[in-house]
């Protein structure tokens, strides 16, 4: 295309996300926690906090939401997921070996 070109990124772009990269963390920092937030609206959000480092955020975070399709999206240092999630995000991320505790809600 002629006229095609890149006008504006929020972020990383899809061609520099590689998604086999492993997520290593020792043991101990492994401690994940899932809380449910009611937003403005009644609207409920599921909370994931506790993944380290956060370079792997964005690749979980994109796993997560297709997975429970639904969107979402990365602030702080949290994954934010439309919805109540927590038992399906539990299972996701207890098989890549994170340690999840139920909070909240």
């Known amino acids: 295309m002629k006229n095609s070109r890149l006008v504006y ?3 990383i772009l899809p061609d520099e996300v590689e998604d086999n990269e492993p997520v290593t963390q020792p043991i101990n920092e492994k401690q994940v926690k899932l809380h449910l ?5 009644g609207k409920i959000v599921t909370i994931v906090r506790g993944i380290k480092p956060a370079s792997s955020l964005v690749i979980i975070a994109r796993e997560l939401k297709k997975s ?4 979402g999206a990365v602030k702080n240092g949290d994954i934010l997921i439309q919805g109540s999630h927590r038992e399906k995000i539990k299972e996701i991320l207890t098989g890549k070996g994170y340690s999840v505790k139920l909070s909240g809600g």
């Open 9 to 11: 990124s929020t972020g």
């Open 68 to 71: 429970c399709g639904v969107g």
């Open 37 to 41: 937030d009611r937003k403005a609206g």
